[in-house]
């Protein structure tokens, strides 16, 4: 066996070979693969650069291209540790399956192990786009699509007929078999979701009788309640069209936002997403807004109602909730406080209504400009939109607004066009280089790619400050990265730690790292570190955009029923551990400072609580438990707690627990609603690809639970590098799941990168 030392310069050396033959096969020298070679399989998808204008990867399994055009848009750019010890399983413990207990250990061989990664990471260097990021697709629900159609229409703003085709292809595509639409791309039908669309549908020119209408309707006549049992959420785009009474909507008051700050009750203490969307729910409600739909209205209410609408008693149905989309049962604190708000809007002084909407409309108008007009995110710029035209149809800045909305735009020919809930560009691209990192890429296309990488990078991050942030209730966000491309300035803590760990990680590399005079400005990296610091909260943990600003107690007058977790900020694991990350990559470059350390040892100390006795750590943002171990392990292994450590040691056993006899991991997202592990019916490449980046970090790439997870994951591996994308891998606000497209793509080549077997060591200490 070679040495370690030796093993990693033969596998950068058979990486670089591999990359320098697919940008030029007449240059490979005798060692290149033969025709009948396995790693010639690998090159096939490298044989032209990537170029801009492909689709997008479909999702589940079938077409896998990424890199298309966004849609319209403005002119501009778009958006060491230590050697970890080997152990063997029954180190952490037994298995309590004799199936998995007695399976054959891995036939996989070192060489089979960097075959399959180096085609992965071939396969991630071609979806790199011309601008130097990586980006795959969000995919959520056709939520944001259907309002986009609605706005749209309210605004006396046709679509083409090219978007009406290619919304409707996607409205086909996503659809359940019964007809409807659900909340999240594996969720049965939603009675918000699909009267939203078959809103949409109609006021596009759809006939009631088609086949994706009539579907739709007999689905939501079969719902207890039917329409009036929409969602609060749901009532309240109804009464924009007029299709809801208004007293059958739950007050929005604007008058919150004239309440002293310190109020606990005062938006400023909400969550930004949160905040953001009552500031235009609330001056819409506050002028009960409702669009001129012509004829159409009388038609819509025949068809979404049984009783003629004039008949209907909707201040009845206000806290009526279809079973189907109630997540977070209203509280008994939630509807006093809505008793007594609706007394209030019988009374209200308009005097300090017109002043609490002009506030608002103030607010917004400051948000569609310091965003660029794309705004925080779809909901609230649509919202957005919709509050512009109410106070004024020729408002200046609605068209700029409607502008800023394609930045959200997707389009291909298998999904047709959709509107995503938020863009990953950082994200993506931070750990894309973190799996460069530790494949030890090497070669002309990785060196290129690295480095448009790190220059995307750099131009991501937020160099100035807000110009009227107090006024906005905003943080100071320079030196910050957001989640997408930074147009937005809405940077986000562990947004900022990965971008962070990413450059540090590629200056690593001399391979891959820009020359000195390229890289990042030290102080603006001590501008990173600054201001994740500033998100961190009293227990140590570390919030999203901003420090949690409200008491947990809040949560109890959560009005949006579909939705947990989403009236504050909170402390979140993947956050906590970003930054942990990102501190040791800046100490190891001699960027640490006294306010770092102490931010640091109170971070570790929150991961440590975080744990629960069975050593399982609940995530936030992804599914779920899995997700968590990956961060809890990733974050005290970069903080320098060795391996053998007690609280990773039951981690690892928690995680070897639950391998599937056929040696990967999957786990469910109806885990999320219940709070307990819930195993999926088949194995996961992503979650398989969490659960061995937490194990080798633990037990080292020799145990066998890790060759069992390999052995699986090269299996699953196509002749193109790429993997199946599987079931949904994220979630947000503990009922909306996701699918993060590319993490089918570098979270795999990442592990396969990390689980290289390497000579015995000793475990670190």
């Given at each position: 066996m070679?040495?370690?030392?030796?093993?990693?310069?033969?596998?950068?050396?058979?990486?670089?070979?591999?990359?320098?033959?697919?940008?030029?096969?007449?240059?490979?020298?005798?060692?290149?693969?033969?025709?009948?070679?396995?790693?010639?399989?690998?090159?096939?998808?490298?044989?032209?650069?990537?170029?801009?204008?492909?689709?997008?990867?479909?999702?589940?399994?079938?077409?896998?291209?990424?890199?298309?055009?966004?849609?319209?848009?403005?002119?501009?750019?778009?958006?060491?540790?230590?050697?970890?010890?080997?152990?063997?399983?029954?180190?952490?413990?037994?298995v309590p399956d004799e199936r998995r207990r007695h399976r054959p250990i891995s036939a996989v061989t070192g060489r089979n192990i960097i075959e399959a990664r180096d085609r992965a990471i071939a396969r991630l260097l071609k979806l790199q786009s011309p601008r130097g990021d990586w980006e795959g697709e969000m995919v959520w629900c056709a939520m944001i699509t259907a309002q986009y159609v609605i706005v749209r229409h309210v605004t006396c703003r046709p679509l083409?007929?090219?978007?009406?085709?290619?919304?409707?292809?996607?409205?086909?595509?996503?659809?359940?078999?019964?007809?409807?639409?659900?909340?999240?791309?594996?969720?049965?039908?939603?009675?918000?979701?699909?009267?939203?669309?078959?809103?949409?549908?109609r006021l596009l020119g759809v006939s009631r009788d088609d086949d994706l209408a009539k579907p739709a309707r007999d689905w939501l006549e079969r719902q207890k309640g039917g329409v009036l049992a929409i969602p609060t959420w749901g009532k309240f785009w109804l009464a924009l069209l007029g299709l809801y009474g208004w007293q059958g909507v739950s007050p929005c008051p604007p008058e919150l936002v004239l309440l002293p700050r310190r109020t606990p009750l005062h938006p400023a203490r909400y969550y930004c997403h949160t905040r953001q969307i009552y500031l235009a729910m609330a001056y819409l409600y506050g002028r009960r807004f409702v669009a001129d739909l012509g004829t159409m209205r009388d038609t819509l209410c025949a068809e979404l109602y049984a009783a003629p609408y004039a008949t209907l008693d909707f201040a009845r149905h206000r806290a009526r909730v279809a079973a189907a989309d109630l997540a977070v049962p209203p509280s008994r604190a939630l509807r006093?406080?809505?008793?007594?708000?609706?007394?209030?809007?019988?009374?209200?002084?308009?005097?300090?209504?017109?002043?609490?909407?002009?506030?608002?409309?103030?607010?917004?108008?400051?948000?569609?400009?310091?965003?660029?007009?794309e705004a925080l995110s779809p909901v609230n710029g649509l919202l957005n939109c919709l509050a512009l035209f109410a106070a004024d149809p020729a408002h200046p800045d609605l068209a700029p607004s409607f502008d800023g909305l394609e930045t959200w735009r997707w389009e291909d020919h298998e999904w047709g066009v959709r509107y995503a809930g938020a863009r990953s560009n950082t994200w993506d691209t931070a750990f894309a280089l973190e799996a460069l990192v530790a494949a030890h890429a090497d070669g002309a296309l990785a060196r290129d790619a690295a480095r448009r990488a790190q220059r995307f990078l750099q131009g991501a991050q937020a160099a100035d400050e807000l110009p009227h942030a107090r006024d906005q209730d905003r943080d100071p966000i320079i030196g910050g990265w957001c989640f997408s491309n930074g147009h937005h300035?809405?940077?986000?803590?562990?947004?900022?730690?990965?971008?962070?760990?990413?450059?540090?990680?590629?200056?690593r590399m001399p391979a891959l790292a820009a020359p000195v005079e390229e890289r990042i400005p030290r102080d603006r990296l001590r501008s990173a570190a600054e201001f994740v610091i500033a998100r961190q909260n009293g227990d140590g943990g570390f919030g999203t955009y901003e420090r949690r600003r409200g008491g947990a107690w809040l949560e109890r007058l959560n009005p949006s029923e579909m939705f947990a977790n989403c009236m504050t900020e909170r402390s979140y694991i993947e956050c906590t551990a970003s930054a942990v990350v990102a501190f040791a990559r800046l100490r190891a470059a001699g960027l640490g400072f006294p306010e770092m350390e102490r931010a640091d040892a109170r971070a570790v100390a929150f991961l440590r609580r975080a744990q629960r006795s069975d050593g399982d750590v609940p995530g936030f943002w992804g599914i779920n438990f899995t997700y968590g171990a990956l961060h809890f392990v990733r974050g005290l292994r970069a903080a320098g707690v060795g391996a053998t450590d007690a609280q990773l040691q039951r981690a690892a056993r928690w995680l070897v627990a639950r391998q599937r006899a056929d040696g990967g991991w999957g786990e469910h997202w109806s885990g999320c609603l219940t709070g307990r592990y819930v195993e999926h019916a088949e194995s996961q490449v992503v979650m398989t690809s969490w659960a061995l980046l937490a194990l080798v970090d633990v037990l080292g790439p020799d145990a066998d639970p890790v060759r069992r997870g390999v052995d699986w994951l090269v299996a699953q591996q196509r002749g193109d590098g790429s993997f199946p994308p599987g079931s949904v891998n994220g979630v947000f606000f503990g009922t909306a799941m996701l699918e993060y497209?590319?993490?089918?793509?570098?979270?795999?080549?990442?592990a396969l990168a990390r689980c290289v077997p390497e000579p015995a060591t000793t475990p670190s200490r």
């Open positions: 070679l040495p370690a030392a030796d093993r990693r310069a033969h596998d950068a050396r058979v990486l670089s070979l591999l990359l320098r033959v697919a940008q030029d096969p007449a240059h490979a020298d005798g060692d290149s693969a033969s025709p009948h070679d396995p790693r010639a399989h690998a090159l096939e998808s490298l044989a032209d650069p990537p170029a801009p204008g492909a689709g997008r990867l479909r999702r589940r399994g079938r077409a896998a291209r990424l890199g298309g055009p966004r849609g319209p848009s403005r002119p501009g750019p778009e958006p060491r540790g230590r050697p970890v010890p080997r152990a063997d399983g029954a180190e952490v413990g037994g083409s007929s090219e978007t009406r085709a290619g919304i409707l292809a996607y409205f086909r595509v996503s659809r359940t078999k019964d007809g409807a639409w659900g909340l999240h791309p594996e969720a049965s039908g939603s009675v918000f979701v699909t009267t939203l669309v078959y809103v949409a549908m006093a406080l809505q008793t007594v708000l609706a007394a209030h809007e019988r009374v209200h002084w308009r005097r300090l209504r017109r002043r609490a909407l002009g506030f608002c409309l103030a607010r917004i108008v400051d948000e569609q400009r310091t965003t660029g007009y300035r809405w940077p986000v803590s562990d947004c900022t730690a990965e971008a962070v760990s990413a450059l540090l990680g590629i200056e497209r590319l993490y089918s793509v570098y979270f795999p080549a990442w």
